[in-house]
């Protein structure tokens, strides 16, 4: 493994309650100074962070399987990427691309339309987080088509920015008492496979013929400029989409002249084990929004699609004061490297290979558990009320910190706050991901 000696050791080390009396300190301040709505999952304070292990100020060492949010994929201090924003830094910090530009945004833009589907002439531009891709996507969409409407699907998660908020399908907590939300934005269902009423084995086929009814008949297909989705949704509950719908959804757009946007921003960069989850059925995305694994943890975001289609906004029309920053870009190229020479794609596979027979074993034993899907480092447990579908959140929420009190960073999520999310950086030893999941199993026992 790639690291750099400031790495934390790579042990599960629990060495005070966690959060400890360091921790505790910090975190006084913290809801003194910081505003409540910046809420924390797990208020550990961070001394360092790498490999498979967060290590915080009172010397606990936890095992990490949620990657700042599927981020450092590459690990939090990965060397390269550690070396090649040094550099830049010392060189310069920024200049403003759209003022005097540098060879790192380029090196990028290179990079993104050689890694993603497709070998159409490809552009990029980009930004410094997901929401302001997916909103930029949205913008060059409209451009591009002359038209307005832009489908999204049920339980999608696109940013926290008035635009996305819209996109986004869960009210609480990413726009409960923030809107209005903009106009414009039609919601359709998608094919979610384990609470699809008719069976799993219609789901693809109903769901896309229910989705493409709604657009063509509520919407119109002729108003629609873009059709935005997640290959794998994220912060819905991490749904794979029944096989089939995605394609016939994508073969639908490009019938109806509207721009097919994959939003990639949690699961591309080797995360589902391909470089862009839509490759699992071969889809070629008109556009690709892309954040989060692009840059080893520093902030870059980007939309990459046909020349054509991002050529359509005006010269001036996209940008902003530090979109692409010097310092990400290189961060990116580093981590873009990383994934190259360590091969992630496989690593990703090797984790999926090790945790789901493990989580299915865990689920014999544990009838709470009523569903483990997921593809690659992406893989999620549905719990439920034994015997039923019935969302238990409240379990969830108690396995979560029976874990984090173990020294085990889980992450939950989904629309009814009842799924619990694996997301470990692909660099993570095996003995530590195998640790990791005794941890979530001693917590089943307790708890389930
Ligand atoms: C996280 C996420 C976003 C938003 O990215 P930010 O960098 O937080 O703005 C958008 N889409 C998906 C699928 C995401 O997972």
Not at 65 to 74: E, K, L, P, R, Y
Not at 127 to 147: D, L, W, Y
Not at 206 to 219: C, N, P
Request: aromatic share 6%.
């Amino acid at each position: 493994m790639t690291s750099t000696s400031s790495t934390p050791a790579q042990e599960r080390r629990v060495v005070t309650a966690i959060p400890g009396p360091k921790s505790q300190e910090l975190h006084a301040r913290k809801q003194a100074a910081v505003a409540d709505g910046v809420g924390n999952v797990l208020p550990v304070y961070v001394r360092r962070a790498g490999g498979g292990v967060v290590e915080d100020v009172d010397g606990n060492h936890l095992i990490d399987f949620g990657s700042g949010i599927a981020v450092t994929s590459v690990g939090a201090s990965a060397e390269a990427v550690v070396r090649e924003a040094t550099a830049q830094l010392a060189d310069f910090t920024h200049t403003c691309f759209m003022v005097t530009p540098y060879e790192g945004y380029v090196k990028v833009a290179e990079e993104l339309a050689a890694l993603t589907p497709g070998d159409h002439a490809k552009k990029s531009a980009l930004f410094n987080s997901g929401a302001e891709a997916v909103e930029n996507a949205v913008k060059i969409a409209r451009a591009h088509t002359g038209r307005q409407a832009v489908v999204v699907f049920d339980h999608g998660y696109h940013g926290r920015t008035n635009l996305t908020m819209a996109l986004t399908s869960k009210s609480m907590p990413y726009k409960h008492s923030f809107g209005p939300f903009a106009p414009e934005v039609y919601r359709v269902p998608v094919a979610y496979p384990y609470r699809w009423l008719t069976g799993p084995e219609n789901c693809a086929e109903e769901a896309a013929a229910q989705a493409i009814d709604q657009i063509s008949k509520q919407v119109g297909a002729e108003n629609v400029a873009a059709i935005v989705i997640e290959p794998v949704l994220g912060e819905g509950g991490f749904i794979e989409p029944a096989k089939g719908f995605l394609p016939r959804i994508a073969e639908f757009a490009k019938a109806n002249g509207i721009v097919f946007v994959a939003d990639e921003i949690q699961s591309g960069f080797c995360r589902t084990g391909q470089w862009f989850a839509c490759e699992d059925e071969g889809i070629v995305p008109d556009l690709i929004t892309t954040a989060k694994g692009i840059a080893g943890g520093l902030p870059l975001a980007a939309v990459t699609g046909r020349a054509e289609i991002m050529d359509a906004a005006h010269a001036g029309g996209l940008g902003g004061t530090y979109g692409g920053n010097p310092v990400a870009c290189a961060g990116a190229l580093g981590a873009i490297a990383t994934m190259r020479e360590l091969d992630l794609n496989a690593k990703a596979k090797r984790i999926e290979e090790i945790m789901k027979p493990r989580l299915a074993k865990i689920a014999e034993n544990h009838p709470a558990i009523g569903d483990v899907r997921g593809r690659g480092a992406m893989i999620a447990i549905e719990l439920v009320k034994p015997g039923t579908k019935e969302p238990d959140a409240e379990l969830t929420g108690k396995v979560a910190k029976a874990c984090h009190q173990a020294g085990l960073l889980i992450l939950t999520t989904g629309t009814y706050g009842n799924v619990i999310r694996f997301l470990p950086p692909l660099v993570i030893g095996e003995e530590l991901l195998g640790e990791g999941l005794d941890v979530l199993e001693s917590a089943f026992a307790e708890l389930a």
